[in-house]
């Protein structure tokens, strides 16, 4: 059992320090590694299959309300940043910059995208001409570039992978609607397949995308308290359409400016899914975006093993039959225990466990990596069981982590309650905001938190400013993030 | 009907201009467009569902045969290029690169990739350490770049989407056997997916990818008789492993360098497709890869509209719940016929019509974009007499695209006999060769064409050189190519 032993320990605890924690359980799980380029990582099998769930998922979503994927170009011409002023100042300092190419000084500069509002404005102003054309409702699975000073895997890399929807509309009511409805997906999306509450808001002034009339966000707390945001719409207004001359004759025979949005989530997910579910034995991921939802380990003496193993195989057989995704590690020369600090490192849901008394009662055993309830079920109903045990599983880590959110986020009235709720404790908190970039940003200079967003449905309305005591505007959730 | 005239002419005629004809079918049926960064096109939705389809079914291939993806980093150190010979020479000139981010100048140049063997040599020396972290098979969907001076939508574009697989072996008899694997899987997908038959070789020594012991290809015939390299799967012997130092230990205990491989395919794809099924009315698509695989148009007076429809959308909903890939056109402002002429442009393999007869008769008209085949089937049959002509018409299209392959391709004795051969008619040579690159040299500075591959089953072994006379180490496959 040294061997176990020395496994589990190479994890950092949570409370010792989370960053250390994180770090030691997305290396331990080969979820990724540091690439030789700054800010750069390698999404390995094991990370890369958590995206290709997610992503399955989420474009799912994504075409049953009418969008299609294209693809569009990696560079951005640097004259198309000019043209949307905003824009410009959000992302230049961030970019990097293609200077010359096949031996040969380039005559305009080359960004990588770091998101491709212009290069769709661009094209869209080619192929939208008459309200018949409308709406265009495209996304985008991408790679995408912002040079970042400070990096963390998955939640923060120079380069990370998205996917960006852009849509063009008629009217303002159209594309608000529009803005709105992706938000709602995000927000489906990730608390009913990664068992993650969110907050959903608009972002402050302060907060907005560059170039937007309106920022939209869903707010995740991690188990350090910080936040995560984890997707936001945008509702663009003409801005884009002025600025690339997205022009369309309306069904009066009018030329009007199209409406625009845009919405993306990201490879942050993976990191926010870690921080969520995880814990000092590791990963514990939710059953419906898991590559493996269940572990099968044969148990019991080697002369039985071929025995144990043959019937292993016949139940692993039905369950992925029935589309579990299902796994055996049958390997002879590790043993069990060992097996199961592994997959439990590794954030398997559920473990079957089969022996030779397990046969001669036609049962087997299934110990859930969350809770650690253990289940003897017949061997007859296999597949309904373990279905309905994900099922359950699934649940309870969306109302474990619904749980801690709420335990974790505190109503305040001033500044100074914040400051200590925040000294003794990390998480989110509302509060008051008179609507004053002034006192936005004093509490960012006295506490670290940033306005996450205004929650369209805040615990409480509060009266007034936490910092200035005037008639609050809004209710603002304020927290640090990543 | 001056609106389907209009509609039709506008499609340049393949015998009068190909690339023309190539150029309006892809723009017209909405596939691509030009973007304004220099040989980069947008794929647009009809053109990048292709790109879907053909990754779906391609990845469940490779997932088949053991491999997993993950995703590797876009920029590549100047540094890594340099520590392999041949791979730096072969793709130097084509290299974009970064050397300015976020305000600063980099210390290191940073090259868009354009191929990824140097970043998965670098990472594979960290993650393989003994024989029990072999074979790794990791496979790669992403974007790659490579700055070429002349393009050709889809088939040669600056930027351009594919994947790469990178596997590592203890031995050379495992590698090969993968390579050779991983050749027959494009091969069959090719085949069976895209219904391009294909002809597969080794490439030859002038011909290998950059750092390659052995390359070999599949090589599929276009409508004009030209090339296209639809695959290709590369042994890359020790010349990497020694490059980036990916050493195991074997069961010897002894240090070892892995062996390693590379393969890959791209939207060229796309590219082939269209060059071998497209005809003067636009567009033809194999059932398996079309975005739309039947679409239904109700015909009759507008009294009866009403009726038509409803029944129509019946059968739409028995087409998609039975997994047809099936739409409705029910615009009452455009003619059937128009929309005949469009589906057909657009390449949908199937057409069902149904009118007030039909519905009286119990009965609907399927027609096959293909042949023009009309076959009146009972709506009670209808899934499988859809399912029926559709793995028909998939048939057919690869039939016709062999039959015009082998009409096409002439075994030739001397470089005179092919040229008189290219002369009359475009089209694939085949023709001894003694092995010298001097010989191959004057076979593209005559005819403009190049050895595509060293067939594994050409139709004869030829006996002597085309080009010197001298006896035939190999019968090659010459072309001229995209």
Chains 1, 2 share one sequence.
Not at 138 to 164: D, G, H
Not at 175 to 198: G, N, S, W
Not at 381 to 390: Q, S, T
Not at 465 to 481: E, I, N, Q, W
Request: hydrophobic share 35%; with cysteine.
């Amino acid at each position: 059992m040294s061997k176990d032993k020395q496994f589990v320990t190479e994890i950092t605890p949570q409370s010792e320090d989370f960053s250390r924690w994180y770090i030691d359980v997305i290396k331990k799980a080969e979820l990724m590694d540091y690439s030789p380029v700054r800010g750069c990582i390698v999404f390995r099998p094991e990370g890369y299959e958590l995206w290709e769930n997610i992503q399955r998922d989420l474009d799912r979503r994504f075409k049953e309300t009418g969008h299609r994927n294209a693809y569009f170009p990696l560079f951005i011409p640097e004259s198309f940043f000019q043209k949307e002023k905003e824009h410009v100042e959000g992302f230049n300092p961030e970019l990097p910059w293609v200077t010359e190419a096949a031996g040969e000084k380039l005559e305009e500069r080359l960004a990588v995208r770091p998101t491709s509002e212009t290069m769709f404005g661009h094209m869209y102003s080619k192929w939208i001409q008459s309200y018949r054309d409308l709406p265009v409702l495209i996304n985008q699975w991408a790679n995408v570039v912002r040079w970042e000073k400070r990096t963390m895997p998955f939640l923060r890399t120079s380069e990370f992978l998205w996917q960006e929807g852009h849509t063009a509309h008629e009217t303002e009511e159209e594309a608000r609607k529009e803005t709105m409805q992706m938000l709602d997906i995000y927000a489906q999306f990730v608390e009913e397949f990664l068992a993650i509450p969110v907050i959903k808001g608009e972002k402050t002034p302060s907060e907005r995308f560059a170039g937007a009339v309106d920022t939209y966000s869903i707010e995740a707390m991690m188990k350090d308290g910080k936040a995560v945001q984890a997707g936001t719409s945008h509702y663009l207004g003409t801005k884009f359409a002025v600025a690339f001359d997205i022009k369309f004759l309306d069904r009066e025979n009018t030329l009007q400016y199209v409406h625009t949005t845009s919405w993306g989530a990201s490879t942050r997910l993976i990191g926010s899914l870690i921080m969520v579910h995880g814990d000092d034995r590791g990963l514990a991921l939710p059953p419906k975006v898991a590559p493996t939802q269940v572990i099968m380990i044969p148990i019991g003496p080697a002369k039985m093993r071929d025995q144990v193993v043959g019937r292993v195989d016949e139940l692993y057989a039905e369950l992925k039959k029935a589309g579990v995704r299902v796994r055996v590690d049958d390997r002879a020369d590790v043993s069990p225990g060992w097996k199961f600090n592994e997959y439990e490192m590794r954030g398997v849901p559920l473990r079957l466990e089969l022996g030779p008394r397990d046969m001669e009662n036609g049962q087997v055993v299934l110990v859930s990596r969350i809770t650690g309830e253990k289940r003897i079920v017949q061997q007859a109903n296999l597949v309904a069981e373990v279905e309905a045990f994900l099922a359950e599983t699934q649940q309870e880590m969306y109302d474990r982590a619904k749980q801690f959110r709420n335990d974790n986020l505190r109503s305040v009235e001033t500044l100074d309650e914040m400051k200590s709720f925040l000294e003794a404790k990390r998480g989110f908190v509302e509060a008051g905001w008179c609507g004053s970039a002034a006192c936005e940003k004093q509490v960012k200079e006295e506490t670290g938190a940033t306005s996450r967003n205004i929650p369209f449905e805040p615990s409480e309305h509060k009266k007034s400013c936490l910092v200035c005591g005037d008639p609050a505007k809004h209710t603002v959730v304020f927290a640090r993030a990543y």
